[in-house]
């Protein structure tokens, strides 16, 4: 079965820097979509970011020009750099790989912590 394991989360103070990693245990089809999304208390999930097989990024408002979504085909891994953080992106970061023609191809990470401090 496919898992998606992720790293990076932490703690870091306002204006900082982290970079969140989300690797499959194995081989992925290359039509996969990777995305991002994240979770603070009390609120929806949200797509923060996406990036398609063929390298077509989109963000959230919130955080473009901050964020940087990217992946590592040979790696099966996507990433997601986050500069410049402010204390709003605290939340619970998913990764999620997904196939649009495939709709029971959905996996997700079990989830890592952002918390910036002011």
């Known amino acids: 079965q496919m898992q998606l394991v992720e790293s990076g989360g932490g703690l870091v103070q306002a204006g900082g820097s982290l970079r969140l990693s989300c690797a499959a245990s194995g081989s992925i089809p290359s039509p996969t979509t990777m995305n991002w999304y994240r979770q603070a208390p009390g609120k929806q999930r949200e797509l923060v970011a996406s990036?398609?097989?063929?390298?077509?990024?989109n963000y959230a408002d919130s955080v473009k020009g901050r964020f940087t979504i990217s992946r590592d085909n040979t790696k099966n891994t996507v990433y997601l750099q986050m500069d410049s953080l402010k204390p709003e992106d605290t939340a619970v970061y998913y990764c999620?790989?997904?196939?649009?023609?495939?709709?029971?191809?959905?996996?997700w990470g079990q989830g890592t912590q952002v918390t910036v401090s002011s």
């Open positions: 990036i398609t097989s063929g390298g077509s990024r």
């Open positions: 999620n790989f997904k196939r649009l023609a495939l709709a029971r191809y959905d996996y």
